[in-house]
């Protein structure tokens, strides 16, 4: 069973760092991009971060550029995502997936459930 677990979310006042964890397991996890999406109340869910299987790109969307960075460990089967200098505008359910394409354009196969951030100005 594919499962992604996402966790790390909270309440924190702008200008602060959360820390996001996704735990995957059920695929290859080698074999498999890992993206962050969000999102807001009222909005469409958007793309903000993707790291590829193989080479461990980063693609990151304009809104979080130098704010916010993906990293990945294979050995444990986790992509983090440190988000940093946070902004009301970062509010939203922040939800990791996987998919064996990369990028934050197409629509991911696998979906964990979601975790909320809270920034408060």
């Known amino acids: 069973e594919v499962q992604l677990q996402a966790s790390g979310g909270g309440l924190v006042q702008a200008g602060g760092s959360l820390r996001l964890s996704c735990a995957v397991s059920?695929?290859?996890?080698?074999?498999?991009?890992i993206g962050w999406f969000r999102q807001a109340p009222g909005k469409e869910r958007e793309g903000v971060s993707c790291?590829?299987?193989?080479?461990?790109?980063?693609n990151y969307a304009d809104s979080v550029k130098g704010r916010f960075i993906i990293s990945k460990d294979n050995a444990k089967n986790m992509v983090y995502l440190q988000m940093n200098s946070l902004k009301p505008e970062d509010t939203a359910v922040y939800y990791c997936?996987?998919?064996?394409?990369?990028?934050?354009?197409?629509?991911?196969?696998?979906w964990g459930q979601g975790t909320l951030v809270t920034v408060s100005s």
């Open positions: 997936a996987g998919d064996q394409s990369y990028g934050l354009e197409h629509e991911y196969r696998y």
């Open positions: 059920g695929f290859t996890f080698d074999d498999y991009s």
């Open positions: 790291i590829s299987s193989n080479d461990g790109s980063t």
